[in-house]
């Protein structure tokens, strides 16, 4: 569900600033600004990764064949 997948993020989230890491792109390894994380506090990729990553899923999803 949303509040499990959610929780998952959160506690992803506190293990990176528990290890140093949280704030840094797992994608690119640039600084996430600050501006994201107060807004999306658990975010793994700044917004240029996201978004390369949101356009990669969403073409997957399309190209899934229907079940």
């Known amino acids: 569900t949303l509040t499990c997948s959610r929780l998952r993020q959160v506690e992803a989230a506190l293990a990176r600033l528990a290890h140093g890491d949280y704030g840094?792109?797992?994608?690119?390894g640039e600084t996430i600004s600050p501006?994201?994380?107060a807004a999306?506090?658990?975010?793994?990729?700044c917004?240029?990764?996201?978004?390369?990553?949101?356009t990669?899923?969403?073409?997957?999803?399309?190209?899934?064949p229907a079940a």
């Open 24 to 28: 840094i792109c797992e994608s690119c």
């Open 35 to 37: 501006q994201r994380l």
């Open 56 to 64: 990669r899923f969403k073409r997957r999803e399309h190209l899934r």
């Open 40 to 45: 999306i506090p658990w975010a793994e990729r």
């Open 47 to 54: 917004i240029g990764c996201e978004e390369v990553h949101a």
